[in-house]
């Protein structure tokens, strides 16, 4: 059974830092793709990055030049770095993975699995 386990969420000033981590367990797959999504309260759930098994990355504009998605395969643990974070990236943040790496990356409906999420408060 797949597992995602977030961590890492937190508050923080706008302009601040902060790195999301999710540990992956119960899949042996060699081509996945896995994301980060948040989802703000009354807002629908959005793509905020993803990652292929191959280290192809692809963001959303709101947070290209900011954020950076990354993966390390030895800990099966997917990252998001977060930087010069403002209010508007206030939300509550899930990984999750698309075990067939499906078009566009960012629709909800093709995530097989989702951690339980964290929170994450950028207070002006």
């Known amino acids: 059974q797949v597992q995602l386990v977030e961590s890492g969420g937190g508050s923080v000033q706008a302009g601040g830092s902060l790195s999301l981590s999710c540990a992956a367990s119960?899949?042996?797959?060699?081509?996945?793709?896995m994301a980060w999504f948040r989802q703000a309260p009354g807002k629908e759930r959005e793509g905020v990055a993803v990652?292929?098994?191959?280290?192809?990355?692809t963001y959303a504009d709101s947070v290209k030049g900011r954020f950076t998605i990354y993966q390390d395969n030895a800990k099966n643990t997917l990252y998001l770095q977060m930087n010069s974070l403002k209010p508007e990236d206030t939300a509550m943040y899930y990984c999750?993975?698309?075990?067939?790496?499906?078009?566009?990356?960012?629709?909800?409906?093709?995530?097989?699995?989702w951690g339980q999420g964290t929170q994450v408060t950028v207070s002006s």
């Open positions: 999750a993975t698309d075990l067939f790496c499906r078009r566009p990356w960012h629709w909800v409906q093709f995530y097989n699995y």
């Open positions: 119960g899949y042996t797959y060699s081509r996945y793709c």
């Open positions: 990652i292929r098994s191959d280290g192809f990355t």
